[in-house]
């Protein structure tokens, strides 16, 4: 019955081990376990809702905390059903009961977390344009030639950069007052100070703000839709940019290296990034009236979400590190950079 595996799962959310294994067995033993699973999980994503939580984060703890049939299980939650997820991953019924409740009961544990303001669906590029990004994007990290990355890296800088552009031109126009949204964005093991640090100075840099949830992993960008694109696409490249010069051929490096090379890597990205910012806002007069406008919204917005908040500060402990940190990013390819195009 529902309301004996319901009883069963408050249990083990509560409890240790052996509680999930009786929770486990209570649903394995179900005739039609897929109706009672698909009921608990209905319950629980539910309240998690209630809690902040978005679909989108609930697949990305689940990636974070469990292993990854657990993540698969999660992203298919709660179709097609647990009988199915137990013969793709070829397990018996209780394993797979297991890993359901295993899921269902980190859910169920995570903290109440604040709801996002809605993102302002008339100011996000359309769908065409990002796509066409993410292509140029895709190509220039591809591509074995400078000279062909640089050129599809500024095309697709021109695209973001116009559309940002353009929005908050609209608006001032209409006297529309600057809303803020905001996106959550996973900071991933290991180093999630650094990389937190790095997609900071990409959020300042382009108008947003962001907060670091260290023990759930990740940072909510607080920022007006264009803007919260170009975050995620530039942050996204500029990490794959970084594991590679960091790796470079060597997999011996040290941990305080690695660490001491992410940290000094973002401190530089974040100098280029706002030199070009300076300079493109000092030639958009007409355009800073705007962008003052919302910068409040942003701020109003984070402070709105996050009335509290900590600094941490990194130190690097690798003076080789850093030195190799500083030279990559003076060669990273600022993809997605504000410019006057």
């Known amino acids: 019955m529902e309301d004996t595996f319901a009883a069963a799962l408050a249990r083990a959310t509560r409890g240790g081990t052996d509680d999930v294994d009786a929770a486990a067995s209570v649903l394995a033993a179900e005739a039609d376990w897929d109706a009672v699973a698909r009921s608990a999980a209905d319950d629980?994503?539910?309240?998690?809702?209630?809690?902040?939580?978005?679909?989108?984060?609930?697949?990305?703890?689940?990636?974070?905390?469990?292993?990854?049939?657990?993540?698969?299980l999660a992203a298919a939650l709660p179709e097609p059903g647990l009988g199915a997820f137990a013969r793709t991953e070829r397990l018996d019924r209780f394993s797979a009961a297991t890993a359901y409740v295993e899921l269902l009961r980190l859910y169920a544990r995570l903290p109440a977390i604040p709801a996002l303001a809605v993102e302002a669906g008339e100011e996000a590029a359309p769908p065409k344009m990002l796509a066409r990004i993410r292509a140029l994007l895709a190509k220039a990290e591809s591509t074995g030639y400078p000279e062909e990355a640089e050129a599809l890296s500024a095309k697709a800088q021109h695209l973001m950069a116009r559309h940002s552009i353009d929005a908050a031109l609209l608006a001032a126009s209409h006297d529309t007052r600057a809303t803020a949204g905001a996106r959550r964005i996973?900071?991933?093991?290991?180093?999630?100070?650094?990389?937190?640090?790095?997609?900071?100075?990409?959020?300042?840099?382009?108008?947003?703000?962001?907060?670091?949830?260290?023990?759930?992993?990740?940072?909510?960008?607080?920022?007006?839709?264009?803007?919260?694109?170009?975050?995620?696409?530039?942050?996204?490249?500029?990490?794959v940019?970084?594991?590679?010069?960091?790796?470079?051929?060597?997999?011996?490096?040290?941990?305080d290296f690695r660490e001491s090379f992410l940290i000094a890597y973002?401190?530089?990205?974040?100098?280029?990034?706002?030199?070009?910012?300076?300079?493109?806002?000092?030639?958009?007069?007409?355009?800073?009236?705007?962008?003052?406008?919302?910068?409040?919204?942003?701020?109003?917005?984070?402070?709105?979400l996050f009335p509290t908040t900590t600094t941490s500060r990194l130190r690097?402990?690798?003076a080789d590190g850093w030195h190799h940190g500083e030279s990559a990013a003076d060669t990273a390819h600022l993809r997605g950079a504000r410019h006057r195009p």
């Open 44 to 72: 629980v994503v539910r309240d998690c809702a209630r809690r902040g939580w978005q679909p989108q984060d609930l697949l990305r703890m689940a990636g974070r905390e469990l292993e990854p049939p657990h993540q698969r």
């Open 266 to 304: 973002a401190s530089r990205i974040r100098a280029r990034l706002l030199t070009a910012t300076a300079e493109e806002e000092s030639e958009t007069p007409d355009l800073l009236p705007a962008l003052t406008s919302r910068a409040l919204a942003v701020e109003d917005t984070t402070r709105r």
């Open 241 to 255: 940019q970084a594991d590679r010069a960091l790796h470079g051929g060597r997999t011996s490096r040290s941990r």
């Open 316 to 318: 690097a402990r690798d």
């Open 186 to 239: 996973g900071v991933d093991r290991p180093y999630e100070g650094a990389k937190a640090l790095l997609l900071d100075a990409v959020a300042a840099a382009n108008r947003c703000q962001s907060v670091w949830s260290s023990e759930l992993g990740f940072s909510t960008v607080v920022g007006h839709a264009p803007d919260l694109d170009a975050v995620e696409l530039l942050y996204t490249s500029l990490l």
